[in-house]
């Protein structure tokens, strides 16, 4: 019954949204006519505008507010605008435009027999793959990131009634565009349902994809490039966990789709304008991701500098769709960094720390983080790497601590340099500056392909292309056909076998095959957590005012406020602080901090394992009140504890989370 | 031009040096999917288990 009530807040959600972003883009006049882009248009524009209607609300502590009113409030400014601005006629019609340039092949041939058949299975492909992740989505939450901090800092800001500086999870800083998605569905159901609207992303991607393709070569091989992009396990992995990226590229496929529709009309720049707020959500959604923005501006530059010069029209003229878009996503961004700096002192808190410096963080720690970011996957940057990225991503993936992108784009890719003569003028060359620009970018900055998949997407589509034109072309051979379409095959059963392979357990607890508890203790210890029923039980024996200091980053499923101890050994805590653990206690009662959760395994890092050792076992006044095999729980005894007034026995917590009998 | 190729088209001259990348290309990757996931995929296989 749970998950019905789940998938319906999901519904909702998704479909308030749509027809919000349907609305306001109709009152702008950005339709396209073409009911799939529309469709996807809409989609990912309503979840902007809903995210920055929920980081508003948050900003402004008014999360106290019942999340329906956000939904009608919404809804319902969409509509004034839709009456205001379709019937009064104030912009002008809607563009007639299509949605890009001529086909590259014939779009609209009929297929033969054969070809219907092989389309009705890759639709089936496609709804098998669809079907698998939203069962997943469904199920209990689990993740590594999403439970440090993806949820997480939602959760705290509910807790806390609005959005806060959190100052021992250097994330809170960041831009947290898709996490005020994420807030919402957690607000106005679960953090299940958060799950659900990535899976809804990846829905929504496909149609962009979909789109894309399926304008310039047969619908059959715009299906192919989508059921490529769902075989990439990045996507198969986020499209049921609350991660940000497959959210992210689904901003910044749209903001491609409606640059694509401005370079084919060019008479209106509200088209770059929604680019522009698109691309700056996407910006908004981690902080390496403004890269690709960039990219996306310099390539747009670049096929406006290479069509022919009209009569009279001066270089900055021609340059101003470039600044259009500059500036609409910069306005979407700007806000994060200012909050950022407001917080910290340090607009990209913690990264640029030799420069800008920032609050409750130490040199040390911020070399340490981007160390961790931009080296610990290839390593020192190189002409040569750059020049092997294509061959060492598809072979070797894990060297970019990332999924499996398949074969077929490395495979197929030359194809589109063969087949170039045949390709749509202004798109491709959008799309081929576009990637050309993103991956030395991506390259010297957050080398993970999830960051990447906005242009992994679009390569897929390029491929496809290609693909399509071989086997178009009547000069070739058909069993050199028959070899190319093998490898297509190949590849997309593996790709079917690694969604069985993600999802089979998710989507079996979903359908109530498997219990749920069972699930998560599985999953989560296989990711190295093993503390879920501890957790359980804390929620159950802690009052509700506790505030924790704990050692383990996950803290999702701790129903109370907390402090990351990792937090201590960044910076939040002084050199001073570190080496005393009076000093620290006193430093710990300032900030609230009541009990001490720490694992009894030895501690991660050396740092976490000196501050146990201060703080669990030194001379600090605690009182030890549970203990499993796994961790131990202990109050601080600040100096006005009580002795008298509670016993160590009455503090106690025994297995069912009441206080102990002894 | 190699011999082999026959076609008149874009493709002409490069459907020999296609083939070898294709066959190389997926050599070279599902020999390494196989190494990583070989042990994974048989157990997961219905009638592994």
């Known amino acids: 019954m749970e998950q019905v009530i789940n998938l319906i807040a999901f519904l909702v959600i998704a479909i308030v949204a749509t027809i919000s972003g349907s609305w306001i883009l109709a009152a702008a006049g950005l339709k396209t006519r073409r009911w799939v882009l529309d469709f996807a248009l809409a989609g990912g524009a309503g979840l902007v505008f809903l995210a920055l209607l929920t980081a508003g609300t948050a900003f402004l502590h008014l999360l106290w507010l019942p999340p329906w009113f956000l939904l009608v409030l919404l809804s319902g400014v969409a509509f004034l605008l839709h009456r205001l601005f379709r019937e009064g006629e104030s912009f002008s019609r809607p563009d007639q435009v299509g949605h890009g340039c001529e086909p590259v092949l014939d779009a609209t041939a009929r297929s033969g027999t054969l070809g219907k058949i092989a389309g009705l299975l890759l639709v089936g492909l496609v709804t098998v793959h669809l079907l698998l992740n939203l069962l997943a989505a469904m199920a209990p939450v689990t993740g590594v990131d999403s439970l440090i901090y993806h949820l997480s800092i939602p959760k705290i800001y509910l807790l806390a009634g609005g959005m806060t500086y959190l100052p021992s999870m250097y994330q809170s800083a960041w831009p947290l565009l898709i996490q005020m998605i994420f807030l919402f569905a957690q607000w106005f159901q679960n953090a299940e349902v958060a799950q659900m609207m990535n899976f809804w992303a990846v829905f929504l991607s496909c149609l962009v994809i979909y789109e894309l393709a399926g304008g310039r070569t047969r619908r059959i091989f715009a299906l192919v490039a989508v059921l490529l992009y769902l075989s990439i396990s990045d996507v198969i992995y986020q499209s049921s966990i609350a991660l940000v990226d497959v959210a992210a590229a689904l901003f910044l496929l749209l903001a491609f789709a409606a640059l694509t529709i401005w370079l084919q009309a060019r008479q209106t720049t509200r088209w770059l304008v929604l680019s522009g707020v698109l691309a700056g959500a996407f910006a908004a959604g981690r902080i390496s991701n403004a890269g690709l923005v960039i990219a996306l501006i310099a390539a747009l530059i670049a096929v406006i500098l290479m069509e022919r010069r009209q009569d009279g029209q001066s270089l900055p003229a021609r340059l101003a769709p470039a600044a259009v878009i500059s500036a609409a996503a910069f306005l979407v961004v700007l806000p994060w960094h200012l909050r950022s700096w407001w917080y910290t002192g340090n607009p990209i808190y913690p990264y640029l720390y030799a420069f800008f410096g920032g609050l409750n963080f130490s040199a040390e720690a911020a070399a340490y983080l981007t160390q961790l970011s931009f080296f610990k996957t290839v390593g020192s940057r190189s002409l040569g790497g750059l020049l092997t990225l294509p061959w060492d991503i598809t072979m070797d993936p894990h060297r970019f601590r990332s999924g499996v992108i398949g074969p077929v784009l490395l495979t197929c890719l030359p194809l589109v340099a063969i087949y170039r003569r045949q390709m749509p003028s202004s798109w491709f060359r959008l799309a081929v500056f576009f990637s050309a620009a993103a991956l030395p970018i991506w390259y010297l900055t957050y080398v993970r392909v999830r960051s990447l998949l906005p242009v992994v997407a679009l390569l897929m589509v390029l491929t496809v292309l290609g693909i399509g034109a071989l086997l178009a072309d009547l000069q070739v051979a058909g069993w050199f056909k028959i070899i190319v379409v093998g490898v297509l095959v190949a590849w997309l059963g593996t790709g079917l076998l690694t969604n069985f392979y993600h999802h089979t357990s998710a989507a079996a607890v979903t359908l109530g095959l498997k219990n749920p508890n069972d699930y998560l203790r599985a999953s989560l210890t296989a990711t190295g957590f093993g503390w879920f029923d501890d957790f359980q039980l804390l929620n159950k024996a802690l009052p509700s005012q506790a505030r924790l200091l704990i050692w383990e980053d996950r803290g999702f499923y701790l129903d109370r406020e907390y402090l990351w101890a990792s937090g201590l050994a960044r910076g939040l805590a002084s050199f001073e602080e570190l080496q005393d653990s009076e000093r620290l206690v006193r430093r710990l009662e300032q900030w609230g901090v009541t009990h001490l959760v720490w694992g009894r395994a030895a501690s991660a890092s050396k740092e976490l394992e000196r501050l146990r050792q201060l703080l669990m076992e030194g001379k600090t006044p605690t009182l030890l009140i549970y203990q499993s095999p796994r961790l131990e729980v202990r109050k601080i005894l600040f100096r006005n504890y009580d002795t008298a007034s509670t016993s160590p026995e009455a503090e106690s917590i025994n297995r069912d989370g009441g206080p102990s009998a002894q | ?49």
């Open chain 2, 1 to 49: 031009m190699p011999s082999s190729d026959s076609s008149q088209g874009p493709l002409r001259g490069w459907k020999l040096p296609l083939l070898i990348w294709i066959v190389v290309v997926q050599i070279v990757f599902y020999h390494g999917l196989w190494s990583q996931y070989g042990q994974v995929i048989v157990e997961f296989l219905p009638w592994s288990r």
